[in-house]
């Protein structure tokens, strides 16, 4: 019986230790929103795509939502960030809303 304690006692204490070890995931950045601006609205299908066209044109991006995504860029890119993304749009056939 002493056994079964003893070592039910050392399995609490290892579970206990191990816990107090565990290190917290570190949390994402939070963009600083009032340095983004936005300039489009697109299928949330084509998130994915519109955040690599921005990428690869050196942009970075905001894009939220549900149904609906909308698409934020930086202040002083957004002009650059709009003719990329309606030439795109027609290039791969895509329904994309301009504000």
Known sequence: MHRIIATFLLSMLTLGVGSCAHQPLPQAATPDYSK?????????????????????????????????YGVSVPHGTESRATSLLRADSVAQKYWIQFP
């Open 36 to 68: 983004f601006v936005h300039v489009a609205a697109i299928d949330s299908k084509m998130a994915d795509h519109v955040r690599h066209v921005l990428e690869r044109a050196g942009i970075q991006s905001i894009i939220e939502g549900s149904v609906a």
